[in-house]
């Protein structure tokens, strides 16, 4: 399952498939997510404020520095849609059945 975003107010920044290509930012980045302290947040909350930023605690290694720079890049150019929801999809594998 991953998440076609609307407003961003039911998804998860750190822990749902939000990502584009379906995926969560605690699995992309691993190393990363193991400095942030509330993985809560919604996308709609980590977005106009940059408050995502602000969850990072401590002094962040290496290659968590690293994926945070490959995140901003990443989601630089999503837009939230105002009013409109958030949906959970579904994909199918190549044989049909829910992968």
Same mark, same amino acid.
């Given at each position: 399952?991953?998440?076609?975003?609307?407003?961003?107010?039911?998804?998860?920044?750190? #822990?749902?498939?939000?990502?584009?290509g %379906?995926?969560?930012? +605690?699995?992309? *980045?691993?190393? =990363?997510?193991?400095?942030?302290?509330?993985?809560?947040?919604?996308?709609?909350?980590?977005?106009?404020?940059?408050? #995502?930023?602000?969850?990072?605690?401590? %002094?962040?290694?290496? +290659?968590?520095? *690293?994926?945070? =720079?490959k995140?901003?890049?990443?989601?630089?150019?999503?837009?939230?849609?105002?009013?409109?929801?958030?949906?959970?999809?579904?994909?199918?594998s190549?044989? %049909?059945?829910?992968?």
């Amino acid at each position: 399952m991953f998440i076609k975003l609307g407003d961003g107010s039911r998804a998860k920044f750190w #822990s749902d498939n939000w990502l584009p290509g %379906g995926r969560a930012v +605690q699995d992309w *980045a691993p190393s =990363l997510f193991s400095f942030v302290r509330d993985s809560s947040m919604s996308v709609a909350v980590a977005f106009p404020t940059n408050r #995502s930023v602000r969850d990072i605690r401590g %002094g962040l290694s290496t +290659q968590a520095l *690293a994926d945070y =720079l490959k995140l901003w890049d990443l989601v630089f150019g999503i837009a939230l849609i105002a009013h409109q929801p958030d949906q959970a999809c579904w994909r199918f594998s190549s044989s %049909g059945t829910f992968s």
